[in-house]
């Protein structure tokens, strides 16, 4: 009976080991930095980052429209460095901002996660159609003008997108 209980020891150890293992190479841990996601996501907030090995291809599937992602980007004069956002469109995707509304390739984006009080309804952007090998994000807070997505930075590369968030 020994010999059993030592094996189912050796066993559950090797389990706990390869699950720690996993965990440390697939998912992380991020600190949402300020309001620019609320009120989906608010300041100070944990979030889990599931991260692929084979960026963009992340863990749950390939990038999509609506998927909040966390991406690193460095800007001049600041001490963060690492980002969420939500992406709007894909390489190759037609993109504006008429109204406050998003438009992809001439139709309204159904942004149900917004609230009118994040809502920036004066704002417009001309149509780009986004490069290859980048994501149109944006910010759920479109009130501030600060926010770090693509209308202060342009089209994200691809390769800074590090993961998805799963709520």
């Known amino acids: 009976m020994w010999v059993i209980e030592k094996y189912l020891k050796y066993l559950i150890g090797f389990a706990i080991l390869w699950g720690g293992l996993f965990a440390y190479r697939s998912c992380g841990c991020a600190k949402v930095q300020g309001n620019f996601m609320s009120p989906s996501y608010i300041s100070d907030q944990f979030v889990m980052v599931f991260i692929g090995k084979n960026r963009p291809q992340t863990t749950g599937g390939p990038v999509e429209i609506k998927d909040v992602v966390f991406y690193w980007y460095k800007v001049p004069n600041s001490r963060e460095d690492g980002y969420l956002a939500r992406v709007v469109g894909l390489p190759g995707d037609r993109v504006a901002v008429k109204n406050g509304d998003v438009q992809i390739k ?23 159609v986004v490069p290859r090998d980048t994501y149109f994000l944006l910010c759920d807070n479109r009130r501030d003008v600060l926010a770090p997505d693509s209308r202060r930075f342009g089209p994200i590369p691809v390769n800074a997108v590090w993961g998805k968030i799963k709520k």
């Open 106 to 128: 001439g139709v309204n984006l159904p942004e149900e996660y917004l609230r009118p009080e994040v809502m920036n309804r004066g704002q417009n952007m001309p149509e780009i």
